[in-house]
């Protein structure tokens, strides 16, 4: 199953739809990038926070705020992208599930990686950034984004400077609470409720691959423009 497409029209984001006809729900999954066209956000948060519960990712620690650096020195008003963060409006906190680590557990898993694997991450990212900003156009960037739910195709966003420590460490932790989180809001859900996930797109797999067990079955696929070539 297509996540993120790479065609003539640019980078593109399924949005999938899957549906749980015995307990009629419905959990639309909107597979997410750091940097973007202002209007792909601007459609996912308008179409997920719409939802009766909303499922999202983040973890704020210094560690983490060093590692993204790569998109925050990439973006500019020259490349039109900007970045996540900046575009959220913030989902009403009264139906929204933070279905990640906590802050905590995060730095916890963080001091498990050896020293000079994660002294490498925090100094690669802005090297990483500045490499994108000056040298990498979109159309190579949709390139090396594109990805779909095939188990070697999971580590494709090899563009992150902590791919090698971050991803390798800590993505299945990350998907390990995500699906428990998801679970359990499945499971106290009643009739006729819509959930949305908006989540990493690496970490959408993972998910496509529990929903069997959940009683959910795919129903429809449609495509949101990341950005255009």
Sequence with gaps: ?????????????ARLLFEAPNRNLS??????????EPEFFAQVFDQAYAADVILTEGIDTPVVRRLTRAYRVMTTKQSGLVLQSSSDPKAPPEKTRRADLTPEEFVA?????????????????PLVGLRNRWWLNRKNLAKELEMDDLPDRQT?????????????????????RL???L?????RATDGTSLALVYGAQH???????????????????WLTVFRP
């Design 109 to 125: 898993l963080w001091k498990e990686l050896p020293l000079w694997q994660r002294s490498l991450a925090s100094v690669a990212a």
């Design 156 to 176: 494709r966003l090899s563009w992150s400077p902590a791919t090698q420590a971050f991803d390798t460490a800590i993505l299945h932790a990350r998907d390990a």
């Design 179 to 181: 699906l428990d989180v």
């Design 204 to 222: 959408i797999p993972a998910v496509i691959g529990a929903l069997p067990k959940l009683g959910f079955t795919w129903k429809e696929s449609t």
């Design 1 to 13: 199953m297509q996540i993120l497409e790479n065609s003539v029209l640019g980078l593109r984001s």
């Design 27 to 36: 959990l639309t999954l909107y597979p997410m990038v750091h940097v973007a």
């Design 183 to 187: 679970k359990q809001e499945v499971t």
